[in-house]
């Protein structure tokens, strides 16, 4: 029988300084003295390794048979510690295969490849056959090699002196066909589906809308659907547990008394619910369970959360029933970013935003980097106060008129009506929060200071003329999170604001 998924690793949990490990024959040892685990919107929760600390997989020796693979799938994502640029290699594979960055180029072994661009996921899938060794970025094979391997025996994950690097939902699987393999190299690009199966589910908590859940005044229940897609399923009647739903602490919590078919664990850093399937409604391969017991609250004021779903003690088989893919004491994870609207509080915009000053970015030749002011007027009857889980995003689908190679280094300002400036923190390229307790009065205003922005040239994909963006907010107290609409233009004549 193929064995899909061997390991499964969401890098997500530290026990006395120790990546907790559930696969008996695999032996980790973890330097993670200066590392840490943290969770983002993007990818959700993830290692991040500093100070060349490192983490060693070792399976034994592992025979890789002729017509099958062994493949190693990851995110990643690196910053360079400042005035350094790395040379240091952070996936090693027996120490025959490695990747590293250097000057923001992705090297394989001594052969550069894709150039990378700091604090941007990345999905790597390494497949490694007897005679040959791939490398796909994404879904793009970017390197091929002629490599003499029967066995597999140690995998590295480490970070450099010269960057510090993060990974999140680590993947190793042998015995992989060829099937799989398209399978497992296509998974990223649905962001919903697991590493190693079709398999997806959905957690909401309002009819109608299964793509995300709402945070409102009147906590409602969950509701977990499962699509079991090609499978069916047999739960094994005589365990306590079948699923187990897994989200970070501080976005949910219990509403009402936990049934006798469902508990709640909040080991570490986890909110776990391991469910009985007796209480699950299964009609052919589409699996429903109601959890009234739990609410979203949203502590960590995220707009997305990552959540993991177990099956455990069941049997998995193919339409036909033949082909049985899972059974036993093995299980199935599988991955899932879940969106989170935000409905409490006045759906009314408490802003009006326009350019202060210069509107205009040159796109002519010999450009020199300009700085755009965004005037955040209160426009409501009162005063509108925030605190330090308040942030402010630029969007736009036309932020393609913006040179790609300056947004890293754009610097973000946020100055009150004195001209004071706020205690802020830059999270992306154009998103920053608030760190200290705001007050906008009645009319009064605060300025957000964008420098280093420069236009791409007039072209017939980018001409001049004048582009809608949006200043999104978040986290402003009695008001849902929302966005207010302004204008840049383009063009060669423009003047500068004193």
Known sequence: MSNILSYHFPLDSLENRQIINTNGNVTIVSELQDSNIDFDTRRGSYLLLKNSNAIHFTFGEFIIEADKSYVINLFFNYQLLQGNASDDSFLVVDDLYSLAIRNNILWIMENPTEPLTQDTWYNITVTISRD??????????????????????????????????????????????????????????????????????????????????????????LFLDIDLDTYFIEFHPDRNVHLILKAKKGFFQLKESVPETASVSTEGDDFSIAIKAGTAMIKGRKIFIPLPFVGLVNLRNQDRMFVQLELTNCTLKTGDHTNMVLSGGKSVTIDRTVAIQDDRGADVCPFEVFVFGNDTLYNGEKKTAQTIILRIMNSRREEVAFGQNASFEVTSGQMGIVRDDVLQAVNIKIKNREGRELNTVKDQHLKIYVKENTVIKQNQWMDIEISGLLAKNDSPDFPSGSYPFYLEYRNIPGYRNGRARFYLRTGKIFYYYQ
């Open 132 to 221: 040959k060794i791939k490398t796909f970025l994404f879904n793009k094979e970017i390197n091929k090699a002629d490599l003499s391997l029967g066995s597999i025996g140690k995998i590295k994950l480490q970070a450099g002196k010269n960057s510090n690097i993060k990974f999140s939902d680590l993947s190793i699987q042998e015995e992989v066909n060829a099937s799989a393999l398209k399978k497992i190299r296509s998974y990223q690009n649905a962001e919903n589906l697991s590493v190693f199966s079709t398999i997806g589910f959905s957690l909401y908590n309002k009819s109608g809308y299964q793509d995300r859940l709402f945070l409102d005044d009147d906590t409602k229940g």
